[in-house]
């Protein structure tokens, strides 16, 4: 065990001293001091319950996306139907418990429409299935109904465009450094370090941002509509203002041949000149303002309502045929609402409402005060329990407390290279991990003692000391390996954190504790061959 | 130069004479923590059972005014909080039930929040908010649902990985030691009402790995004197093997404690229960590995002969084992 080839201590040192230089930028960092730019800098970042900030958990109802899905089904059915070289009249049409039936009048049609009907479903990704069935019942009766595996993809693509929204409007709030992504099938973790107050960010989120362009009823029965009940073609819709106590006043719109608001370049706050009131002006694309220009020509002196996340915005009359490709809305706004909805404008419309499940915000005071005690408590334990060690085992311990402090800057120096994030219970987890890093030195050292008292001569209760003790160690961290490993799996941010922590160090530390420090031995008792040890 | 030696050379401690008194203890400790846990409860954080907490630093004072702040958030109309102290006597965590219809409306929890938070800053011009946490009824569900899953299939893979290495036998024991360590430190948890959120759970994982590290070393000792002493009865082997392995328990746990007691007495005080936790399972992760995991050898009738079929294969020839 003496022979340490010369190839194999140079190898040693270099993983040693490349991790724990590793660790310099983080040290630095975490002192409170910046690193020079330019230089490599593999940092572990700050949990946000060290460095303060907002950790925000959305989630998506996905039988929103079901019946998205199946009125846009309806609306595609009825234009491709009626585009038909010899259209067919269907009737009955209702979209109500999850599929979309109709009956299709002239029974000598039925093969004709579900030709028609068919090209408007699709494959549903890669599973081999479709996403719709279609079925006729009592013989002209046609039944659409969402596969599972359709409404999985759908709700898929648009959790993928809800992240892109999400991310497009924190950056427009100009926050540094967010973290968006999906979690699970119908989550997207949001965390934003540094931010204080999430109600703005909260606010922006929740706003799906769905802007319509309805034309309203005037015929409807104005009792009926108070009462909620619909004209057939037409939807009643609330209106977003409402005085506190009293029903909010609705309004009865058609429910198809509006416009739908997604189709613009730009949302700006803007002012009503006359009133000094906050508005949002927006500006089509060639298209939506093409489509604009046609609705707002065709029924000049009528009521349209502008509607936003279903609720009813303003209902101006249209005075005019508006050509420009802009219009400007106007609502009950504060300057920070109409702002806010600007955004949500600009960076389109959530596929789905989002709803926060789960929010955490930590002040940046506490964080700070944590790493400081954190720090504090870890330096003090390192001290006492360094002095425990060189009391108890004198030379071994020197290289026990070396192999300690290498220990301590590797896994530091790793969690940079990877680029893990430290948490407060990582704080934690490297103070635990200095505890049980002796662990393995203690069963090398106290091996090595016995076996002296059985009296084998020094080198040989080295060596076997090590050869014995180390079973046991591989044993116990194995263990510890799997607990680590299931915390990570189920464990959220700050445990994970600490999981982390726990692997690397459960690796760094066997190496620390039985290969250099066996080296370190090794090099001893090959310079002086003493004939005893105290040990 | 003399080093210093907590445990003497040859320790010949005859811990296992009163392993059945010491069963006996420790049964009851473990039906008396049940009973405290199905009892009195434990405090469970808002990450289990939903709902909000603020946390709060009274920086100019030096104790937070607990009573009065019942009293202005119970004001508010949001029902009773519950409000406990976390490390200094000046910072309290305030928590709250979600209120009625905050899952569909998650915008009524938003209000609430605001409301306290604005509530404590206006009556007290000391108050830091330093974290609000909000969680849903649903997620909630889902976190105790993984915590638990976490538990359980730690303690499975591990105890299976013990059978895999040692006996099935030795793996009854490590499963039996830890669910005893984690019976108790719940059973504290219940005694003193501290907060028991999913950080807990974190150092149940960790209490789980360190007090099995503890009881593989002992393992692995008697393992390797049955292999020695094959003639050797049961009782006075284990003892033979806790003996040889005493001065590392000590020093070990020892070493262990020095840096946990610095982190519970310095460290940051939001981890207190967190550290509490695990210190307390040095405690009973020693005591187990001796007392829980060892005896249960004997009673499950472990012998020399678990290990020998390795090397009675070497002893006799091929031919005469047929």
């Given at each position: 065990m003496l022979e340490f080839p010369r190839w194999k201590v140079i190898w040693l040192w270099l993983v040693t001293l490349g991790f724990a230089l590793a660790a310099l930028p983080s040290m630095v960092d975490l002192a409170g001091y910046r690193w020079p730019a330019g230089i490599y800098e593999p940092k572990v970042n700050l949990g946000l319950d060290l460095a303060g900030g907002s950790h925000i958990l959305l989630e998506a109802d996905p039988a929103q996306v079901r019946t998205q899905r199946i009125e846009g089904m309806e609306e595609s059915v009825r234009n491709k139907l009626r585009a038909m070289a010899q259209p067919v009249r269907i009737s009955d049409i209702s979209n109500n418990n999850g599929t979309l039936t109709f009956l299709v009048?002239?029974?000598?049609?039925i093969d004709a429409v579900r030709e028609a009907v068919l090209p408007l479903t699709n494959g549903a990704g890669l599973t081999g299935k479709r996403d719709w069935t279609i079925n006729v019942l009592d013989g002209n009766r046609f039944v659409m109904a969402p596969t599972q595996e359709g409404i999985d993809q759908a709700v898929s693509q648009a959790m993928d465009t809800a992240v892109e929204v999400v991310r497009k409007r924190i950056d427009a709030l100009g926050t540094k450094e967010p973290t968006i992504v999906r979690s699970g099938a119908t989550r997207i973790l949001v965390e934003v370090p540094g931010l204080q107050d999430p109600q703005a960010l909260k606010n922006l989120l929740g706003q799906t941002a769905k802007l319509e362009f309805k034309l309203v009823d005037g015929s409807a029965n104005p009792s009926d509509v108070a009462q909620g009940i619909a004209p057939p073609g037409d939807e009643i819709v609330p209106y977003a203002d409402v005085k506190p106590g009293q029903p909010a006043p609705k309004i009865a719109v058609h429910r198809l041949g509006g416009i739908r608001g997604d189709e613009l370049t730009n949302a700006q706050l803007s002012n009503n000149p006359q009133t000094n009131a906050a508005t949002v002006t927006i500006t089509f694309n060639s298209d939506g303002g093409a489509k604009f220009a046609k609705l707002t020509s065709a029924n000049v002196g009528k009521p349209f309502a502008i509607i936003l996340d279903g609720k009813v915005l303003s209902a101006p009359e249209i005075h005019e045929a508006i050509l420009g490709g802009s219009a400007v809305i106007s609502g009950n706004f504060t300057t920070d609402s109409a702002s806010q909805l600007a955004i949500s404008l600009r960076s389109g419309a959530l596929p789905v409402d989002l709803k926060v499940v789960e929010e955490s915000t930590v002040g940046p005071d506490l964080g700070a005060d944590s790493i400081r005690k954190g720090m504090i408590a870890m330096g003090v334990g390192t001290l006492a329990l360094a002095a425990f060690i060189l009391v108890t085992y004198g030379r071994f311990g020197v290289y026990a407390c070396c192999a300690l402090v290498l220990n301590l800057f590797m896994i530091l120096g790793a969690m940079g290279i990877i680029g893990t994030t430290l948490t407060l219970p990582g704080i934690a987890g490297f103070v635990l991990t200095i505890g049980a890093a002796v662990d393995a030195q203690v069963l090398i050292f106290e091996r090595i003692r016995e076996e002296r008292h059985r009296g084998r001569r020094v080198v040989q209760a080295v060596e076997i000391g090590y050869k014995e003790a180390t079973r046991a160690i591989f044993d116990a961290n194995f263990t510890n390996i799997i607990a680590a490993t299931l915390m990570f799996a189920f464990g959220s941010g700050p445990v994970q954190g600490f999981a982390v922590v726990l692997m690397i160090g459960i690796v760094t530390s066997v190496f620390t504790a039985v290969t250099m420090t066996r080296m370190w031995v090794a090099q001893w008792l090959r310079r002086t061959r003493p004939a005893e040890i105290t040990i | 130069m003399k080093l210093l030696k907590l445990v003497p050379d040859n320790t010949n401690i005859h811990f296992l004479r009163w392993r059945v008194p010491f069963y006996i203890g420790s049964l009851l400790l473990m039906a008396a923590s049940w009973g405290l846990v199905l009892t009195r409860g434990l405090n469970l954080g808002v990450d289990f059972v939903g709902g909000q907490m603020v946390r709060v630093t009274f920086q100019h004072s030096a104790e937070a005014p607990i009573a009065a702040l019942r009293g202005e958030i119970t004001r508010l109309g949001y029902g009773e909080p519950i409000i406990q102290r976390y490390g200094q006597p000046n910072q309290v965590s305030i928590r709250m039930k979600l209120p009625a219809g905050a899952d569909r409306d998650p915008a009524l929890s938003d209000t609430m929040a605001r409301t306290i938070t604005t509530a404590v800053k206006a009556d007290h011009a000391d108050a830091r908010i330093d974290g609000v946490d909000a969680v849903s009824g649903k997620v909630s569900k889902e976190l105790g649902w993984d915590a638990f899953k976490a538990l359980g299939l730690a303690a499975i893979f591990v105890a299976g990985y013990i059978w895999l290495r040692f006996e099935w036998q030795f793996g009854i024991g490590a499963l039996l030691s830890l669910v005893h360590d984690v019976t108790l430190t719940l059973g504290m948890f219940a005694l003193t009402q501290m907060e028991f959120d999913l950080n807990i759970v974190a150092a149940l994982l960790t209490l789980i790995g360190y007090s099995l590290n503890d009881t593989i070393v002992v393992y692995d000792r008697i393992r390797e004197n049955l292999k020695k002493y094959r003639k050797m009865p049961m009782p006075e082997l284990l003892d033979l093997s806790v003996n040889e392995t005493l001065a590392r328990t000590i020093v070990t746990s020892l070493s262990m404690l020095i840096t946990l007691i610095a982190l519970l007495l310095l460290g940051p005080p939001v981890i207190f229960g967190f550290t509490a936790a695990i210190t307390l399972g040095i405690f009973v992760g020693t005591y187990s590995s001796i007392y829980m995991a060892a005896p249960i050898l004997i009673w499950l009738k472990v012998s020399s002969k678990s290990f020998v079929p390795g090397e009675a294969a070497g002893d006799i020839p091929a031919a005469a084992k047929r």
């Open positions: 009048e002239d029974p000598g049609k | -």
